[in-house]
């Protein structure tokens, strides 16, 4: 399944979409806490969130995730989403709750 | 980071690796919940122009990766709390990192192990002059790794494994007795 199959049937919102055809291999990851996440999150994996800071922008590209999920309506900052873009980062939002986005990610693997 | 602990220890990290031979650690919190952290060291500085873009995660003076988290985390850390960092720095000088966390906000890590936060620096670093203080309305803890080394003298280094046990449990029982004054109340 590639990043834009993900998009596309989660209903996602490409705040930033670089690399649609990247395949997600690395199953997913839910988390907040950020140097947590920097030693958790899958390369290649789905990371799910609700920080919308320029610091996931970091974590993304330090755990080569191959997309990071906003979830609950969060949507980027000015920085985060200048970063997202600046470093090649595939960064979608989700109106469901974590939980949800899990679940549903869950269902389609 | 589950405890500011773990932040400082990061950031303390950065004075070694920027030459200090002094360390200032200094925590003080006031009646009204608010927690100030200070760590002031005397190492090679930094730049203006470095200094504006250095809690940018994707700034970092590491050579084997692009991404450097320990400020950038710091930082987060304090905002969560609606607290601030601040950071002033001269070129040979040294620098100092101020960060204000408010300890009654629910997104405020936990201090974590303090003792053994600077039992760890002091023995990965016995060279360092340390100086940490921790003062709270209930009392203070306080270390000098110069008074250490007035009684122990030249011969025995900090790095011993005894010395890292006797600073880990000093300090705990000082930190111990400001958490004890502190359920007391």
Avoid at chain 1, 68 to 93: C, F, H, M, W, Y
Avoid at chain 2, 151 to 175: C, H, K, M, N, R
Wanted: proline share 4%.
């Amino acid at each position: 399944m590639t990043v834009q199959d993900l998009a596309t049937q989660l209903n996602l919102t490409p705040f930033h979409l670089e690399d649609g055809s990247r395949q997600v291999t690395g199953g997913g990851y839910c988390g907040d806490l950020l140097s947590w996440v920097m030693g958790k999150a899958p390369a290649d994996g789905v990371w799910l969130t609700i920080m919308s800071n320029v610091n996931v922008a970091a974590v993304a590209a330090l755990t080569d995730v191959a997309c990071v999920i906003l979830t609950e309506s969060v949507t980027p900052d000015e920085p985060l989403l200048r970063k997202a873009q600046l470093q090649g980062i595939n960064l979608l939002g989700s109106s469901l709750s974590t939980y949800q986005c899990a679940a549903a990610l869950s269902r389609l693997s | 980071m589950k405890e500011l602990s773990l932040n400082i220890l990061d950031v303390a990290q950065n004075s070694i690796s920027a030459g200090a031979t002094r360390l200032d650690l200094t925590l003080t919190e006031g009646e009204s919940g608010w927690l100030t952290v200070v760590i002031a060291d005397n190492g090679r500085g930094m730049s203006p122009e470095f200094l504006a873009k250095v809690t940018d995660p994707f700034t970092t003076t590491r050579t084997t990766r692009k991404v450097g988290m320990g400020l950038a985390l710091y930082l987060l850390a304090a905002e969560q709390t609606g607290g601030t960092l601040r950071m002033e720095s001269t070129p040979g000088q040294g620098t100092t990192v101020t960060a204000t966390f408010d300890r009654k906000h629910l997104d405020c890590p936990p201090l974590g192990d303090l003792a053994g936060t600077v039992a760890l620096l002091i023995q990965g670093s016995p060279e360092l002059e340390v100086h940490y203080r921790h003062t709270t309305p209930r009392g203070e803890a306080e270390l000098s790794t110069e008074e250490l080394k007035a009684v122990l003298g030249d011969d025995i280094s900090l790095a011993e494994p005894e010395i890292f046990t006797w600073i880990q449990t000093y300090l705990s029982e000082q930190e111990a007795q400001l958490e004890g004054a502190v359920q007391e109340r």
